[in-house]
């Protein structure tokens, strides 16, 4: 039988990949901007060439509507160039979470790529906003499932809630991610996500997936930490406990063809009776 | 906020359930009617109003397709004669695996439910047929998730590597299935499925899931046993370990809410971005 479980992905990209769990405390920009140089540095210097940090990491995440929004910089602005001369500096590309103020004036739950020559390969906007917490403070994002390109390595990227919904991780499986790389601030009592729901993403999926969490404490929340690398058969590569901490882990997407082979989901979907799935409107 | 999460499903229909894991040894379908019909008073002993037995249950699953096709009854045949009248007699609900011959002439991997008076409720065929195991018996069934109402409780059915696909729970979650119930036959290396990937099924729908395996083994393969039976938050009421075992846990819809409240998935979907996975064709 032929293995189309595969097709659509590149058996190049091979890398090191690091997560970096933290900041402990939360959401001191200029102090958030000097760690991610220091992260950038420490990734580098084990051989990593994507580092991916946690939800809204420059700026604090639970800061409330009126500071996350003085705190909202354009796609473009100082903070994005600071990150983009870090990782020139240190030749790691980086994604990590921020507020977004969008040319509509909104501000948006962002996450933002940029490869180790600066350039900005994507900027995630987070679809699935998380109770009032999300809702007061952010516009949802509008567009699909965002996937990029680091280094031959096809890379989708989420934010947070985001990865709880099946459906998005598969739209990305289907256009041939094969990493999945989700910034995220899972706080208790939420740890069947960290421990269960984000193993299962990968499994389901045959793909990698790096969860880079925020660990402490931040207004009433307690961060779970529990960051992880996890592979396509649903296994940790790496998995933080619960302070600031820097994982790292080897992501071969040849790795991929043997735990799809077996059971390939992807081949073995049967789309023609998934249209319940699209349409518009609550359950009756 | 308006609640949405649990339209559509009845805070109705607790009850007590039943999953038989086994047979230990394959493919007697007289001695597996007895089977049935010990485990059904078992059941009803202990208070439950619901027995979910394995895939295949009644004649074994690899025997081989002629094999199955010589054991294949109609939907009405003998053998679900019997199980209707074990039901009546015990005042169990039954959903057991079994080859249907279809009207059109083709051998389906089914699961028949029927209510403790005997009237077939529902009939599910496989739709998702796993390797060459399943396609060298079964014609795939081409109907949506099969969902029924046993007692006021929305139940779902699916057989095996049906469950492994998140697109299947979540279809029969929105329509408003409280619990999902699942005759197996899963087997090593598998291990996974059993013991992250059901459990994510559960959480992620906010329903219960009834998984019953097989155990022993049957030609070379290796059933895992460990049936289980999972909660809304993921976490198990009950599980089985490797060997002949029945599990029993009540199942209660209220608790849904409880889980729901704080992470309504099914009210936070964004189906408007899910075009992209009821679209036919394998990715490119």
New interface residues.
């Given amino acids: 039988?032929e293995d189309?479980s595969c097709?659509?992905r590149d058996a190049g990209g091979q890398m090191r990949i690091a997560v970096f769990q933290g900041p402990q405390q939360g959401g001191d920009p200029a102090r958030n901007l000097n760690l991610l140089e220091r992260s950038a540095r420490q990734a580098a210097a084990a051989g990593a060439r994507l580092l991916v940090c946690p939800e809204m990491f420059l700026t604090g995440y639970a800061i409330g509507p009126a500071a996350v929004a003085a705190r909202a910089e354009p796609v473009d602005g100082p903070s994005a160039a600071r990150a983009a001369g870090i990782a020139r500096a240190t030749g790691v590309a980086l994604l990590y979470g921020y507020p977004e103020r969008g040319g509509d004036g909104r501000v948006y739950n962002a996450a933002q790529l940029v490869d180790r020559d600066g350039r900005r390969l994507a900027n995630h906007r987070k679809?699935?906003?998380?109770?009032?917490l999300d809702r007061d403070a952010f516009a949802?994002g509008q567009g699909?499932p965002t996937l990029a390109e680091v280094d031959g390595l096809k890379l989708g990227v989420l934010i947070c809630?985001d990865v709880?919904?099946?459906?998005n991780v598969?739209?990305l499986?289907?256009?041939?991610a094969a990493l999945v790389a989700v910034p995220t601030a899972n706080m208790a009592p939420?740890t069947?996500v960290c421990r269960?729901?984000v193993?299962?993403r990968a499994?389901?999926n045959h793909l990698f997936l790096a969860y880079a969490n925020r660990c402490g404490h931040e207004d009433e929340l307690e961060y779970l930490g529990q960051s992880c690398i996890v592979g396509p058969?649903?296994t940790d590569l790496a998995r933080a406990g619960p302070g600031e901490e820097m994982i790292l882990a080897d992501v071969d997407p040849a790795r991929i063809a043997d735990w799809s082979r077996?059971?390939p989901?992807?081949?073995?979907?049967?789309?023609?009776?998934?249209?319940?799935?699209?349409?518009?409107?609550?359950?009756?």
């Fill in positions: 039988m189309k097709s659509g679809t699935h906003l998380f109770g009032t949802p699909p809630y709880e919904f099946p459906e598969r739209l499986a289907l256009q041939g939420y069947f269960a729901l193993p299962a499994y389901e058969d649903g077996n059971n989901y992807l081949a073995d979907r049967r789309p023609e009776l998934y249209g319940g799935l699209a349409t518009p409107g609550q359950p009756a």
